[in-house]
């Protein structure tokens, strides 16, 4: 399927190329960010371009497929020096991460491909989420895909919702981007910027 016309212009269908497109957007070289998610590693490959020789990726899976999967991918790339893969859950971020990132992604959902059954949960979603906004720099963005669609996925999307409606509009910008002519629970986008 084609994602971009021969012009580089990004097909807008569904979600993820948005988030793409923003995340390209406010990623700069020597950048610190997070792909909270890696999975098949694609949102992994792109932050590690876009921060350049002097940034920095984290990238968190709680399953091995997905962590060799990124890592392929990176090494393809020869991008592996500038992420550090961690196979552990995104909750405990905090641990592993320091600095004022630029941006944290998060894809939830399950791996494409892979198990079905290992999916994100709202608690340690919601764990992760509490904490990039605390990681994040002003101006920072936080990226989330939701996939409502799937079994656990509409109690994800509410628990979402609800906390990003509810944060202070002095300290965060939320925003909620979905395609408009598809079914109800069809996945989409929020993005959280911190304020200056
Ligand atoms: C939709 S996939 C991510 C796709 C990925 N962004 C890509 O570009 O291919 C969701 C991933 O979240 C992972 N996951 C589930 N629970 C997690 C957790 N608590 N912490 C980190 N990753 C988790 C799954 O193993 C799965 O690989």
């Not at 497109?21 to 371009?49: K, P, Q, S, Y």
């Not at 989420?129 to 999307?157: C, F, K, M, N, W």
């Amino acid at each position: 399927m084609l994602t971009s016309s021969p012009l580089n212009i990004p097909l807008l269908r569904g979600p993820v190329p948005l988030a793409r497109v923003l995340i390209r957007h406010f990623l700069r070289e020597g950048d610190l960010a997070v792909d909270a998610t890696c999975g098949n590693g694609n949102d992994t490959l792109l932050m590690a371009e876009l921060v350049g020789d002097s940034g920095r990726v984290w990238a968190f899976d709680i399953q091995e497929p997905a962590i060799s999967q990124t890592a392929h991918k990176l090494a393809q790339a020869v991008l592996s020096e500038r992420v550090e893969l961690i196979q552990a859950g995104h909750e405990t971020m905090a641990e592993h991460v320091s600095g004022d990132l630029a941006a944290v992604v998060f894809n939830l959902g399950y791996l494409p491909g892979g198990d079905q059954t290992v999916i994100t949960r709202p608690e340690t979603t919601m764990a992760a989420l509490v904490q990039s906004l605390g990681l994040l720099r002003p101006g920072g963005i936080l990226a989330i895909t939701i996939y409502p669609g799937h079994d656990g996925g509409a109690s994800e999307r509410r628990t979402v919702d609800a906390w990003a409606t509810g944060l202070s509009q002095k300290e965060f910008h939320p925003w909620r981007m979905g395609q408009l002519n598809v079914p109800y629970d069809a996945p989409y986008f929020v993005l959280i910027q911190k304020a200056f």
